[in-house]
């Protein structure tokens, strides 16, 4: 059974800094394309970034580009989201997921496994 699960939300000042941590168990993780995503009120579902298995290939989405940053560790099975300089519009629950297929991608349709996810709020 695969999980995915989020931690290190919580609430922050605009400017401030958070890393989240995504622990993978039940799946191929050193192989697996793993993205972030976050979901604000009244919001769609939104693509944050993509990691490729090795970790050598990212991919942001044009709002975070410059400030967040993904990595992984695929001997701890885990990926992490470095998020600086936050923003209030940055307030969202967010999701880490994982596609079997090889190349990252934006569409959360296109990713199999999902996270529960972990608040984030950025204080003004």
């Known amino acids: 059974q695969v999980q995915l699960v989020e931690s290190g939300g919580g609430l922050v000042q605009a400017g401030g800094s958070l890393r989240l941590s995504c622990a993978a168990s039940?799946?191929?993780?050193?192989?697996?394309?793993m993205g972030w995503f976050r979901h604000a009120p009244g919001k769609q579902r939104a693509f944050v970034g993509a990691i490729n298995w090795s970790g050598g290939n990212t991919y942001y989405a044009d709002s975070v580009k410059g400030r967040f940053t993904i990595s992984r560790d695929n001997a701890k099975n885990t990926v992490y989201l470095q998020m600086n300089s936050l923003k209030p519009e940055d307030t969202a629950v967010y999701y880490c997921?994982?596609?079997?297929?090889?190349?990252?991608?934006?569409?959360?349709?296109?990713?199999?496994?999902w996270g529960q996810g972990t608040q984030v709020t950025v204080s003004s």
């Open positions: 039940g799946l191929a993780f050193s192989s697996t394309t």
């Open positions: 997921a994982g596609r079997n297929g090889a190349r990252m991608r934006t569409n959360f349709n296109e990713y199999d496994y």
